[in-house]
């Protein structure tokens, strides 16, 4: 089992979404709830570094950034104090009306006619066109395997993004470089994440890496962070960290290890994926993509540290909450097929799943 780390904002914060702003068409820079993994993975690893010494020295000395081999990051959660209650993004084949009634889409078979469409099956909505999806809201963990595998949408405990955050804005102007002065035109309004009140915090699963540690720095090894502060964000926004326990979320994490027995599964995305191929040509051979349900695409790059800070390649990428309905031909081998091709493995913590089992 990963150790938790519970990470809680001092101030308001903000998180890019990887989208290029032009002052020509935007005047927004928006804010996301949650940051990408990978923006706590450099947090944490910067934390380690700034905790241990003698690593932090043998680290430098090497210069050869291997973070990505000591430092393994897997699900983001945001963990309510008050009500002891871990939540993810909600699976977005689910549907709410204003009474908070939920129901489930039904993945149906294509009419043969209908060549346009990329999948065998579509997500048919509810008739009652007072039903919305649930793109912004967030579903209780406890609730994944217990009642939405089951689809007893009754039981299912889902909260508003607006539960959970506000958004403030601050004035930014665009400077000219050469004369120092404003450039005319680009004023622009940068938004702010901020938890709803003093109950929310984030907290994160984490790995270090002891026997790599053990080959490669000489059996320099260190403690797991116990508690202290570090900077997360586009700007810098200070958090305070400690070491978390949590046995609903060690409860969730080892259903997510367990076997499964069906050759029809359904795939919820429960981070930020992207993946080297087009998604229909990852799933292919033993394994056939039936149909997905996601919103629109979301942009993963960064900047490559070995590279002296220049741009990684841009993903396209599928946001937390996607829905994959995914066959396959031996389904003894389904759920390692699926690990393969969607590589849960990655050390930023992109590319996290549940499979679920049911009559899909």
Same mark, same amino acid.
């Given at each position: 089992?990963? &150790?938790?780390?519970?990470?809680?904002?001092?101030?308001?914060? +903000?998180?890019?979404?990887?989208?290029? +702003?032009? +002052?020509?068409?935007?005047?927004?820079?928006?804010?996301?709830?949650?940051?990408?993994?990978?923006?706590?993975?450099?947090?944490?690893?910067?934390?380690?570094? !700034?905790?241990?010494?003698?690593?932090? $020295?043998?680290?430098?000395?090497?210069?050869?950034?291997?973070?990505?081999?000591?430092?393994?990051?897997?699900?983001?959660?945001?963990?309510?104090?008050?009500?002891?209650?871990?939540?993810?993004?909600?699976?977005?084949?689910?549907?709410?009306?204003?009474? *908070?009634?939920?129901?489930?889409?039904?993945?149906?078979?294509?009419?043969?006619?209908?060549?346009?469409?990329?999948?065998?099956?579509?997500?048919?909505?509810?008739?009652?066109?007072?039903?919305? $999806?649930?793109?912004?809201?967030?579903?209780?963990?406890?609730?994944?395997?217990? !009642?939405?595998?089951?689809?007893?949408?009754? $039981?299912?405990?889902?909260?508003?993004?607006?539960?959970?955050?506000?958004?403030?804005?601050?004035?930014?102007?665009?400077?000219?470089?050469?004369?120092?002065?404003?450039?005319?035109?680009?004023?622009?309004?940068?938004?702010?994440?901020?938890?709803?009140?003093?109950?929310?915090?984030?907290?994160?699963?984490?790995?270090?890496?002891?026997?790599?540690?053990?080959?490669?720095?000489? =059996?320099?090894?260190?403690?797991?962070?116990?508690?202290?502060?570090?900077?997360? =964000? /586009?700007?810098?926004?200070?958090?305070?960290?400690?070491?978390?326990?949590?046995?609903?979320?060690?409860?969730?994490?080892?259903?997510?290890?367990?076997?499964?027995? &069906?050759?029809?599964?359904?795939?919820?995305?429960? &981070?930020?994926?992207?993946?080297?191929?087009?998604?229909?040509?990852?799933?292919?051979?033993?394994? #056939?993509?039936?149909?997905?349900?996601?919103?629109?695409?979301?942009?993963? =790059?960064?900047?490559?540290?070995?590279?002296?800070? &220049? !741009?990684?390649?841009?993903?396209? /990428?599928?946001? !937390? *909450?996607?829905?994959?309905?995914?066959?396959?031909?031996?389904? #003894?081998?389904?759920?390692?097929?699926?690990?393969?091709?969607?590589?849960?493995?990655?050390?930023? =913590?992109?590319?996290?799943?549940?499979?679920?089992?049911?009559?899909?």
């Amino acid at each position: 089992m990963k &150790s938790l780390l519970k990470i809680k904002p001092c101030d308001n914060t +903000f998180f890019r979404d990887g989208n290029q +702003f032009n +002052f020509d068409i935007h005047e927004v820079i928006r804010s996301k709830n949650t940051p990408y993994p990978s923006v706590f993975f450099g947090a944490i690893f910067t934390a380690l570094l !700034a905790h241990n010494d003698e690593f932090r $020295r043998a680290f430098f000395k090497k210069a050869n950034y291997d973070h990505e081999k000591i430092l393994a990051l897997q699900q983001v959660y945001l963990w309510d104090e008050k009500n002891k209650k871990a939540y993810i993004k909600a699976p977005l084949d689910l549907f709410i009306n204003e009474n *908070g009634d939920v129901v489930f889409g039904e993945f149906k078979k294509v009419d043969s006619k209908l060549h346009s469409l990329s999948f065998e099956c579509f997500l048919q909505c509810p008739e009652d066109k007072n039903y919305k $999806r649930v793109s912004n809201k967030y579903i209780n963990i406890k609730n994944i395997y217990d !009642a939405y595998a089951k689809k007893q949408g009754i $039981r299912l405990e889902l909260k508003d993004e607006n539960e959970i955050f506000i958004k403030n804005y601050k004035i930014g102007i665009g400077i000219n470089k050469n004369t120092k002065s404003i450039k005319h035109g680009n004023m622009y309004r940068i938004e702010q994440t901020e938890f709803i009140n003093n109950n929310w915090s984030y907290v994160v699963e984490y790995e270090i890496n002891r026997e790599y540690l053990e080959t490669n720095y000489n =059996g320099i090894d260190f403690d797991n962070l116990e508690q202290g502060y570090l900077k997360l =964000g /586009g700007e810098n926004k200070v958090c305070k960290f400690e070491k978390h326990i949590n046995e609903k979320i060690y409860k969730f994490h080892k259903k997510r290890l367990k076997e499964i027995n &069906s050759n029809k599964v359904k795939i919820l995305l429960t &981070s930020e994926t992207f993946f080297d191929e087009d998604v229909k040509d990852i799933f292919k051979g033993d394994l #056939k993509l039936l149909g997905m349900v996601n919103d629109k695409p979301i942009h993963i =790059g960064g900047y490559d540290m070995q590279g002296k800070g &220049s !741009a990684r390649k841009m993903y396209k /990428g599928y946001d !937390a *909450g996607t829905i994959l309905l995914v066959e396959g031909l031996n389904k #003894k081998n389904v759920k390692k097929e699926i690990c393969k091709k969607i590589n849960r493995n990655n050390p930023k =913590g992109f590319n996290q799943f549940v499979i679920l089992e049911g009559d899909f």
